[in-house]
């Protein structure tokens, strides 16, 4: 069952963008918060941001801050993610994720979220 719907992804250069976009495929009474996070093959997945449904407080990975930025339409429970200069090791499948049991559960890694997309993947060439 498709919870959540990506699109957006793609393959550029190093230090070129990208927008993903993420909305929901079913309706839930409440979205405490969404957000992204990635996996490289091999590799464990990675949070990249997220975004609180109410104050839009949000949190991003250490290694994005500056270059990502994550936004959000609560109407519709629509999540954006602008990637700018995008590096080679950005490469990965990017994961849409909402939390929509409790608040207190967005502060958990974004992975640990209850409802996640396919996937949509993100390639960066250098």
């Known amino acids: 069952q498709v919870q959540l719907v990506e699109s957006g992804g793609g393959s550029v250069q190093a230090g070129g963008s990208l927008r993903l976009s993420c909305t929901a495929a079913?309706?839930?009474?409440?979205?405490?918060?969404m957000g992204w996070f990635r996996q490289a093959p091999g590799k464990e997945p990675e949070g990249v941001a997220s975004v609180y449904s109410l104050g839009g407080e949000t949190n991003y990975a250490d290694s994005v801050k500056g270059r990502f930025t994550i936004s959000r339409i609560n109407a519709n429970h629509t999540v954006f993610l602008q990637m700018n200069n995008l590096k080679p090791e950005d490469t990965a499948t990017y994961y849409c994720a909402a939390e929509t049991r409790s608040r207190r559960y967005c502060s958990a890694p974004t992975h640990e979220y209850i409802r996640r997309g396919q996937g949509t993947q993100v390639t960066v060439s250098s």
């Open positions: 079913t309706f839930w009474a409440s979205v405490e918060c």
